[in-house]
């Protein structure tokens, strides 16, 4: 598998944070020297491993608000 780049571009918050330290956060992240996009996933500490989490673009966080406005 090929190597994964990515860049943090922007820290917004951390949701919550496991016995363990890994934390899972909303952050913007340029994958791959693309677009920046939301990201949501689990970080260990000190970000050396990551999580499985989403990415979504500014429309779909935008519809994703939307649809939890209940």
Known sequence: ???????IVEHIGVLSESPKGWTKELNV?????KEPKYDLRD??????????????TKEELAGLKKLLQV
Do not use: H, S
């Open 1 to 7: 598998m090929a190597d994964v780049k990515y860049e």
């Open 29 to 33: 992240i340029r994958w791959n020297r």
């Open 43 to 56: 970080w260990a500490p000190n970000k050396e491993k990551m999580g499985k989490g989403i990415t979504l």
